[in-house]
């Protein structure tokens, strides 16, 4: 479907889109020069509100005109928003991201009374105390669904377990549940590399708009990214579920096919969840896949625009499970000296490292601190030592209060992408270049930290640290 955005009455903008235009954004910035650095552009439908631009960002935002072929929807167009970020030293990014609405509240105007009462204990007051603060119940229906879309990819492996034992629990489904269980034990779908399973249309489903705005959440891109070559994008923090990089590279909700057109990006996650009944076809059908080195080289082998991997991409979560231990709002702790493997497997397959920092995803969550609890923490890097995985203890918020739950908090988490370091192919990587391939890595991530950091983690309590 073309897609034309008409600006001052001339033509800005005309390409080819194969996704369907929703309310993110489906053009991306292939024409800088069109767009002023300095701010950001909302191109929005006639009548609707572009005042949810962010206190801490010194943006400049104004209304622009659209015109779509094809995609309107009685008589109105979708919105479509570009933004552009600019630091201290002129370096500019290019995100796409759902738009957030704010609610308007009316501001509150004491009025003196005068008057001679004697008025007693205030009913209720000591609920108004409480330290639980309940949500009310005229949240709108927008911010309600934004809640279920989140809670529900929460508890989406539970959940799905859930269901798969009560159907166990009907003897009528025993023919269909019995080889289904030996199937999925000695399948190797997660690893394949084919994608045979991904499903396009359920990862531009608009419900994942919602869960993007929640926090809400953007992806912001420093340069693009040819579709000639295959990328192995690296995303730190971890935190503790990896939302940003759930919304970012297992869905369309921030644009990512927009910011780096011709490029098919696979997040990868452990290898056990393509064991688990129900929960891995759904993460097939989402596009992710096994985070096994056999996986890996697969995804950056077959396919693609050559049938050799060119023009797709995986992601890698660096630090693993053992980076959510130091996944405390306001810090960021890379566990990241020590581990040079996804650089060894860069330079095997010949794939460009994209570092990518999410600002905010330790945010997401409060979690026992380390320093005042050292017991806990000694158990859970037992725990780790002996089984390989974290325990990590936390919370956030819930679904009908604001101080305790398995929720995530609504903050805004940042999710922007480097700029590539190109790798020369070698089957036997050597050491030295491996080392060096990871330092340079290292220093574009503290490049991004600095660049913007004043920016998106502007309530940061200390600065970037790379450990382990």
Not at 271 to 291: E, I, K, Q, T, W
Not at 315 to 335: C, F, H, R, W, Y
Request: glycine content about 8%; proline content about 6%.
């Amino acid at each position: 479907m073309a897609t034309a955005i008409v600006q001052n009455g001339g033509p800005l903008l005309t390409r080819e889109n194969h996704l369907p235009l929703k309310s993110y954004a489906s053009v991306a910035a292939e024409n800088d020069d069109s767009v002023s650095s300095h701010g950001a552009e909302i191109f929005t439908g006639e009548g609707e509100d572009t005042s949810n631009a962010s206190p801490h960002r010194n943006l400049h935002t104004r209304p622009k005109s659209v015109e779509t072929n094809g995609s309107l929807k009685d008589g109105k167009t979708e919105k479509v928003v570009v933004e552009r970020y600019v630091d201290k030293e002129g370096e500019h990014l290019v995100s796409l991201g759902p738009v957030q609405e704010l609610e308007e509240k009316k501001p509150f105007t004491a009025r003196r009374r005068n008057s001679e009462l004697l008025s007693g204990r205030k009913a209720g007051a000591r609920w108004e105390r409480s330290h639980i603060r309940f949500a009310p119940l005229s949240v709108p229906i927008k911010r309600r669904l934004q809640t279920l879309l989140v809670l529900a990819h929460t508890l989406s492996i539970a959940g799905l377990l859930a269901a798969f034992f009560f159907l166990c629990s009907i003897p009528l489904f025993w023919p269909i549940l019995l080889p289904y269980i030996i199937f999925i034990l000695f399948s190797n779908a997660g690893e394949s590399g084919t994608l045979r399973h991904r499903s396009n249309f359920l990862r531009s489903l608009p419900i994942w708009s919602l869960f993007a705005s929640y926090y809400p959440a953007r992806l912001h891109r420093s340069e693009p990214l040819p579709p000639t070559r295959k990328y192995i994008f690296g995303y730190h923090p971890h935190g503790i579920i990896s939302h940003g990089a759930f919304a970012a590279f297992a869905t369309e909700a921030l644009g990512f096919s927009q910011l780096f057109p011709g490029i098919t990006n696979t997040l990868l996650t452990l290898d056990s969840n393509f064991r688990v009944p129900f929960y891995r076809d759904y993460a097939l059908a989402m596009g992710l896949a096994s985070v096994s080195r056999e996986s890996c080289e697969n995804l950056l082998s077959k396919g693609g625009q050559n049938g050799e991997g060119m023009g797709r991409a995986i992601t890698i979560v660096v630090g693993g499970a053992a980076e959510s231990l130091d996944a405390q709002p306001g810090l960021l702790k890379l566990v990241l000296r020590k581990r040079k493997g996804f650089v060894k497997l860069a330079i095997r397959t010949g794939a460009d490292l994209v570092p990518t920092l999410a600002f905010g995803e330790n945010d997401l969550y409060d979690q026992v601190d380390p320093e005042q609890h050292p017991f806990i923490h000694k158990g859970q890097l037992v725990v780790k030592k002996l089984f390989g995985f974290t325990v990590p203890l936390f919370h956030a918020r819930g679904v009908f209060n604001y101080d305790y739950g398995m929720m995530p908090y609504r903050r805004p988490v940042n999710v922007v992408v480097g700029k590539p370091i190109k790798v020369q192919y070698a089957s036997e990587p050597k050491e030295a270049y491996v080392n060096e391939i990871h330092e340079r890595y290292i220093q574009e991530l503290e490049r991004i930290w600095g660049a913007w950091k004043d920016e998106f983690a502007w309530d940061r309590k200390s600065e970037l640290e790379i450990v382990e």
